[in-house]
């Protein structure tokens, strides 16, 4: 069982940034391919990135490319999603996710609560 935390979520104006967090429970954090999926109001969840679990290979949705850069700390069970030059269209509840596999944009055993970016323009 894995339990996942999200923070670091806000408001923040157009062409800012803002790094998210998630915290990870468990002894096997490495094991797992870790994820950012974010939904806004009305929409269907999306893939925004995902890092293998020893952090060698990412992936990005083409929307987020040069922006966003995922990283991870497996010494301290941390995932991070660094946002850049934010839009106003990236507002959104930013997810975290874990799997075992690696399927970026199908990660889905664990996910976290959720927290929420807004980006005013």
């Known amino acids: 069982q894995v339990q996942l935390v999200e923070s670091g979520g806000g408001l923040v104006q157009a062409g800012g940034s803002l790094r998210l967090s998630c915290a990870a429970s468990?002894?096997?954090?490495?094991?797992?391919?870790m994820g950012w999926f974010r939904q806004a109001p009305g929409k269907e969840r999306k893939f925004v990135a995902a890092i293998t679990g020893n952090g060698l290979v990412a992936a990005y949705a083409d929307s987020v490319k040069g922006r966003f850069t995922i990283s991870r700390d497996n010494a301290r069970n941390t995932v991070y999603l660094q946002m850049n030059v934010l839009k106003p269209e990236d507002t959104a509840v930013y997810y975290c996710?874990?799997?075992?596999?690696?399927?970026?944009?199908?990660?889905?055993?664990?996910w976290g609560q959720g927290t929420q970016v807004t980006v005013s323009s």
């Open positions: 468990g002894r096997t954090f490495s094991s797992y391919a």
């Open positions: 996710a874990a799997g075992t596999e690696w399927r970026p944009k199908s990660l889905n055993d664990y």
